[in-house]
């Protein structure tokens, strides 16, 4: 199974993860099938970055989104449909 997921970055005390789609059989920072966004939790205010329509892409493909990155894509399109609105 294709999952999109966190794969960690970053030095010991200063997490960083990449946001990517792999196997759910691969190690967590093993080899990924593409990196579609970043999030820095030690950033405030707009921390996750995400091509959204890369996501849309894989989610058609039959991946799967962890829950951590399922409330990612969740924010972030919510804050759209708010800029969307005006």
Same mark, same amino acid.
């Given at each position: 199974?294709?999952?999109?997921?966190?794969?960690?970055?970053?030095?010991?005390?200063?997490?960083?993860y990449?946001?990517?789609?792999?196997?759910?059989?691969? $190690?967590?920072?093993?080899?990924?099938?593409?990196?579609?966004?970043?999030?820095?939790?030690?950033?405030?205010?707009?921390?996750?970055?995400?091509?959204?329509?890369?996501?849309?892409?894989?989610?058609?493909?039959?991946?799967?989104?962890?829950?951590?990155?399922?409330?990612?894509?969740? $924010?972030?399109?919510?804050?759209?449909?708010?800029?969307?609105?005006?």
């Amino acid at each position: 199974m294709v999952r999109i997921r966190l794969k960690r970055i970053g030095a010991k005390n200063k997490p960083a993860y990449r946001i990517v789609v792999a196997d759910s059989r691969s $190690r967590r920072d093993g080899k990924c099938l593409e990196e579609i966004g970043t999030y820095n939790p030690l950033q405030k205010g707009d921390n996750v970055k995400l091509d959204l329509a890369r996501v849309d892409y894989w989610l058609s493909r039959g991946a799967q989104p962890t829950d951590t990155v399922a409330s990612f894509i969740r $924010r972030l399109r919510h804050k759209a449909a708010q800029v969307a609105q005006g």
